[in-house]
C-alpha cells in the first residue's frame, strides 16, 4: 500500500511498505545531511532523524521495525557521502574520541607491561563500549594493520 506522507521539514514522500528504502534515502538527504551541515554533531543528528521516524511511525501507524532500517540505511552510507561530508573515517563519525582509543591503546602495547597487567588495562579502557563499537574499533584496528 502506498501512503504520502509528510516530513516535518514539508517534503512528501510516496511511502511504499514495500520498498522503505525510499523513505530512508529522502530523510538521509533532506534531514540528515542538512542537519548535520548545520550542527557538525553525528550524535544529535542520529537523534533527529530517529525522532523523525518516530513521528512518521506513530502519525502514520507505521512499523516500528522501519527505525531499524533507516539505521542500516544510514550504515550503507557511512563509508560514501557521509564520509565525504565530514572528512571523517566512518570509525571517527560513530563515536566521539575513538582516535583517543586508538592512541590509549598504543601506549598501553608500547608501555611494556605484562600480558595480565595489559589485559586488565585494556579491559578496563573499553569496558564502556557497546558491542557496536567494540566491533567497529576492531575493523578499524584490523584495517589500519592490514591495509597499509
Known amino acids: 500500500m502506498v501512503k504520502t506522507i509528510k516530513l516535518r521539514n514539508g517534503s512528501e514522500v510516496e511511502f511504499d511498505e514495500k520498498v522503505p528504502q525510499t523513505l530512508f534515502e529522502i530523510i538521509i538527504s533532506d534531514v540528515l545531511i542538512p542537519k548535520y551541515k548545520d ?10 532523524i530517529l525522532e523523525e521516524i518516530n513521528e512518521l511511525i506513530s502519525k502514520y501507524e507505521l512499523e516500528p ?33 575513538m582516535d583517543d582509543y586508538v592512541e590509549d591503546i ?18 578496563n579502557l573499553i569496558f564502556p563500549l557497546t ?9 578499524y584496528l584490523g584495517k589500519r594493520a592490514f591495509l597499509k
Do not use: P, S, Y
Open 39 to 48: 550542527n557538525q554533531d553525528w550524535n544529535l543528528t542520529i537523534n533527529i
Open 65 to 97: 521495525k522501519l527505525k531499524i532500517g533507516l539505521l542500516n540505511q544510514v550504515e550503507t552510507h557511512l563509508d560514501k557521502d557521509i564520509e565525504e561530508l565530514t572528512g571523517c573515517d566512518k570509525i571517527e563519525i560513530l563515536f566521539m574520541n
Open 106 to 123: 598504543e601506549k598501553l602495547i608500547a608501555a611494556g607491561k605484562d600480558k595480565q597487567d595489559l589485559r586488565h588495562d585494556m579491559a
Open 131 to 139: 558491542v557496536f563499537e567494540l566491533g567497529e574499533l576492531f575493523i
